[in-house]
């Protein structure tokens, strides 16, 4: 049989011969009735030993042994432990594995691995996980569940069974067997996604604290249900640590047989004592916060008992914390708005410093990639000024082995340092990525995180003029946002998508994980996306935030007066001059207008993805839609949609395009060229060059006859020309951004 499945020549076939009849002459001396019952009184099954240390009295049958056991494992003969599966770490099992196996549904699974847009490596690793999985667990690929993989997965993480990579073990695997309908439609679309802890029901949240009284712990449980339905988990679970936690946890210490929420005075100033302070013995600053909660608990039980008395009523007390402990948040409210106006005034006068900044390490890194990723080993090159000197490392030979490509690396002469190129260039682009949104459209954090290419929407006028327009999913918390794209920010967007599709056709579809409802996501074609080892994913929060805060401890090096300054997502949200966000497109206006009954509005981004993917998208807006009040979707009326019309007309001045948001007034009385809101024209430079001279004539007449309040104002005028000069220049020389043709599948 052996012969038939895996052929081999002389004398290697007798070679084989005579190592599986002197391994299986070896297990028939235990007891058992059947192999696998001799196999594992062998000792062999704990993983404590390697078969090869067995010794036949011939060294060349010694070293077949271990092909042997494989060839065993891979018939079905005997089914080993996980931990002995690994330990003896068989050469290449996969492929001997899937040649005995004869499987259908395992051949079908192998096909869509080697179509998979990665290393062969991985593509490997996806091969040997499925093997390894069925091995050792004794089942056929149709029996292999979502939860078996998952065990696998983990056991070998935990193991360090993964030959240095234990945190991709799977996730290739489990991948392709998701998008090929394998799992159940609720089994998250990525093993990262299976294996983080899912949102806590209210009452896990609950029984976390140990709340003695039954009775009370029912009522906890019912407040959280409730309160659940206006609020994303994250907040639910703030909320259960104060009422449940603090509150209620702390009075059992007090007073043991507190049966309800009646809070004696003396026992309340005990608490009260102790809550102030930390762990630590530091105090606590967030009181305030952890007081609200309580007192909005025992308020909302005495609004509730007028509406369902039965339920509530018996519960409804006196609230022990009197409303001017709670006055004191105004202060703390208005403490905060001043350290963050101080925080914002340190910050602006920056801002274009670290924005420049930013976009010369983008520039600098990416020529340094190109330049270095042609330089052999040990050559000096140089690249903005600075030498560097090429390095080629045996992890990098090892990595162009297994991946087909190697990290490009240099060593920074002038430092002495050596830098990872390759993931150098990777982070800077995303910091500018970011930075250059950020500031563009003032969002939050997490919308940022939610852009996709279904978010680009255009409109185009009946006159052929097209609008470009960002789309922003509504959330519990605010509504939905159209923001119209200026030409620096569809710059941006559209560098972001050529990035991605440098060697495909379309954004690759990535998973998101939201913190605050721990979900992921289905896949779509996200913007801020990275591809780490086997999986693609959306850069988190937190992540982004660390990024910006090495941008600017690494801009502060070439630029002194960044010094002690901290960029953070939401910085960009408060330095932003217009308040275009929040006061942009009415969404009544923008859901006739974008497709929100129709998405074939967007034909030309979205013909690339399949139904599905558009679907999902289509599903999660009209999920985040639904959360919205009503009127937020009330159709236009003939006069707004007129009056719509007509603002884009009236945003046409002489130099450009006056970007101000939609149903704003002109604030600057047409003085344009101070506006940070007007677009210049690459086509006008020549009339700025018209304007800066007339105006150096009258700053002279002005000089001569002293006129220094005119003065004053020229040279204010002066220096917003220039940088209105700088930035059409800049436009110019960037030229159009092609996005290529888009397939349609």
């Known amino acids: 049989m052996t012969d038939t499945i895996w052929p081999r020549t002389q004398p290697r076939e007798s070679l084989r011969h005579h190592g599986l009849k002197w391994l299986l002459s070896y297990l028939v001396r235990h007891a058992g009735r059947t192999w696998q019952e001799k196999w594992l009184s062998t000792g062999f099954n704990d993983g404590h030993r390697k078969i090869r240390e067995l010794t036949t009295g011939n060294f060349r049958l010694d070293g077949e042994l271990g092909h042997s056991l494989m060839l065993l494992c891979c018939l079905r003969v005997i089914r080993p432990s996980l931990e002995a599966f690994k330990i003896n770490s068989f050469y290449r099992y996969h492929e001997h594995f899937e040649q005995a196996q004869n499987d259908p549904d395992l051949n079908r ?82 093993l990262r996604g299976a294996m983080r802890s899912p949102a806590q029901k209210p009452a896990e949240l609950v029984d976390k604290h140990n709340i003695i009284n039954p009775d009370i712990r029912d009522v906890f449980v019912a407040y959280l249900t409730r309160r659940s339905h206006d609020i994303d988990h994250a907040t639910l679970r703030d909320l259960a640590e104060d009422i449940c936690g603090k509150f209620w946890t702390g009075l059992q210490k007090i007073n043991p047989g507190q049966p309800n929420f009646v809070i004696s005075q003396e026992h309340y100033e005990s608490w009260r004592a102790v809550v102030a302070l930390r762990r630590d013995g530091k105090p606590r600053l967030q009181l305030e916060a952890v007081m609200t909660n309580i007192r909005a608990f025992y308020l909302d039980l005495q609004g509730w008992a007028a509406e369902e008395p039965e339920r509530w009523a018996r519960w409804v007390a006196p609230c022990p914390i009197a409303g001017r402990e709670t006055r004191t948040l105004g202060k703390a409210a208005r403490r905060a708005k001043e350290r963050m106006d101080s925080r914002i005034r340190l910050l602006q006068p920056v801002l274009p410093a670290f924005i420049a900044a930013a976009t010369q390490r983008r520039d600098h890194f990416h020529e340094l990639l190109k330049v270095a990723g042609d330089t052999r080993k040990d050559e000096i090159i140089t690249v903005g000024g600075k ?359």
């Open 109 to 190: 699974f192998l096909a869509l691995v080697e179509q998979q847009d990665t290393s062969n490596h991985f593509k490997r690793c996806a091969r040997m996980d499925v093997a390894s999985a069925l091995t050792t667990q004794g089942i056929r690929f149709a029996d292999l569940s979502a939860e078996a993989l998952l065990h696998y997965a983990i056991a070998t993480r935990e193991g360090g069974w993964g030959g240095g990579y234990e945190t991709h073990v799977g996730y290739l695997a489990w991948r392709v067997m998701s998008e090929s309908g394998h799992f159940p439609a609720q089994v998250p679309p990525t």
């Open 387 to 745: 030498q560097y000197q090429r390095l080629y490392t045996e992890g990098d030979a090892r990595h162009r082995r297994f991946h087909g490509v190697s990290n490009v690396r240099v060593l920074d002469l002038s430092a002495n340092r050596k830098i990872n190129v390759t993931f150098i260039e990777d982070a800077v682009f995303w910091q500018w990525a970011a930075v250059e949104t950020l500031r563009h459209t003032g969002l939050r954090c997490d919308e940022l995180l939610e852009l996709s290419q279904l978010s680009i929407r255009q409109y185009i006028r009946p006159n052929g003029e097209i609008v470009a327009l960002l789309v922003v999913a509504p959330s519990k918390n605010d509504r939905e946002r159209v923001i119209p794209m200026s030409p620096d920010l569809f710059h941006v967007i559209a560098t972001i998508i050529r990035r991605l599709t440098r060697n495909r056709e379309s954004v690759p579809l990535a998973t998101r994980f939201n913190p605050s409802e721990r979900v992921t996501s289905e896949p779509l074609p996200f913007l801020f996306q990275r591809t780490i080892g086997q999986r693609t994913e959306v850069i988190n929060a937190g992540t982004l935030r660390d990024e910006l805060a090495k941008l600017s401890d690494a801009v502060a090096i070439d630029h002194p007066e960044l010094g002690g300054c901290r960029f953070t997502p939401h910085d960009f949200r408060r330095l932003l001059a217009t308040d275009l966000v929040n006061n942009g497109l009415p969404i009544h206006i923008g859901a006739a207008l974008l497709g929100h009954l129709d998405i074939q509005t967007t034909h030309g981004y979205v013909t690339v993805f399949r139904e599905d993917v558009i679907r999902h998208y289509q599903k999660h807006l009209n999920e985040r839609r639904a959360a919205r009040p009503a009127r937020e979707y009330k159709s236009p009326t003939e006069t707004e949609w007129a009056e719509f019309e007509e603002h884009f007309d009236k945003r046409k001045v002489e130099l450009g395009n006056c970007a101000r948001p939609y149903a704003t007034p002109c604030e600057h009385e047409h003085a344009c060229i101070r506006c940070p809101m007007l677009e210049v024209d690459p086509g006008m430079i020549a009339r700025l060059d018209e304007i800066n001279t007339d105006l150096i004539a009258r700053r002279e007449l002005a000089q001569t006859k002293g006129w220094l309040g005119e003065l004053e104002g020229i040279d204010l005028t002066l220096q917003f020309l220039e940088e209105k000069r700088a930035n059409a220049q800049r436009s110019d020389n960037r030229g159009p951004t092609n996005l290529g043709m888009p397939a349609i599948r």
